[in-house]
């Protein structure tokens, strides 16, 4: 559990970065000019002199373990410091304008069955990826996301079989990212000015890992429905699976929506006794389905867990 992803910047007033360890990239008409540290692509550093500012933007766990599988607060410390010995600079009083704080955790079902049956946080749009389900606001996003794929997309198989011997990483795990992407954190913290030694504090990261079980839990999520075999899959029961397992997102009961239904045909095209024959075989139907009230896919106990562990 850790802070990945981060955006800061900072006044140089009187400090002048030391560039020895830097690689230019790139100049902008804006002023700014991009560095990267021997050739390390994780962070980059951003100069503008003109405008007397300096920026520093990635991800300080691939910066200085090379991956972001199983990493802590420590790791972000060791890398702030390096960063600031290289540039001699003060890093720990730069502005934090974004910052992603979050954990990896093994799950015992596919990914995929989660994003299916996690579908909304209220007051945050949804959007669907094959590898993962955003929530967004105009301050943050929140984010879940098959670990197991990133991890084979920035990593070599070499740096997997590493991660295999010093951390018991399972390439055939399922391993599910959840991740708080603050957009505007001085406006979700309600704090004027935010800086990577705040970010540092005990009291803060306990607020982060909050914030994240909480966010989580808010999640709407479709009740579970247990088949037991094939032969309750049928083209009957299949449309009604469906509508049971989203029935606590809608505004109704779906029982009482398809007696109703019925009820409404006409007479010349549906008898009385056609309409008591279809509720029978629907009804059938329906106790073929066990419901379930909770989501079965609900992490938020192994979420929690690794909460406490990390204290």
Known sequence: ????????????????????????KASYN?????????????????????????KIKGSIPYFIAGQNFKTGP??????????????NID??????????????????????????????????KTRSFDYGK????GVMTFKLYDANKNLKNKLTKNERE????LYDYKPSANYLKIESHYKR??????SRFLDIESLRSESFQTTCKGELLNKYISIMKASSINVNSKKQLTSSTIPLLLLKEYESLLPCNIDELIKQKIK????????????KSRRRQIKANMKKLESIKTCKYDISEILASQIILTK
């Open 1 to 24: 559990m850790n802070f990945d992803y981060l955006e800061a910047s900072k006044s140089l007033s009187k400090d002048k970065p030391c560039l020895d360890y830097l690689e230019h």
């Open 30 to 54: 804006s002023g700014w000019q991009k560095f990267i540290y021997e050739g390390c692509k994780a962070v980059e550093i951003w100069m503008n002199p003109e405008a007397d500012k300096m």
């Open 74 to 87: 420590e790791d972000f410390n060791i890398g702030i410091n390096h960063l600031s010995e290289v540039l």
């Open 91 to 124: 890093l720990l009083k730069a502005e934090v304008n974004v910052f992603e704080f979050g954990t990896i955790l093994e799950i015992p079902f596919s990914v995929r069955e989660v994003f299916n049956s996690h579908l909304k946080i209220q007051g945050m």
């Open 134 to 137: 955003y929530f967004e606001d």
């Open 162 to 165: 590493k991660l295999t011997s």
């Open 185 to 190: 954190p001085s406006i979700y913290f309600k």
């Open 264 to 275: 409404s045909f006409p007479s010349n095209i549906m008898t009385q006794e056609d309409k």
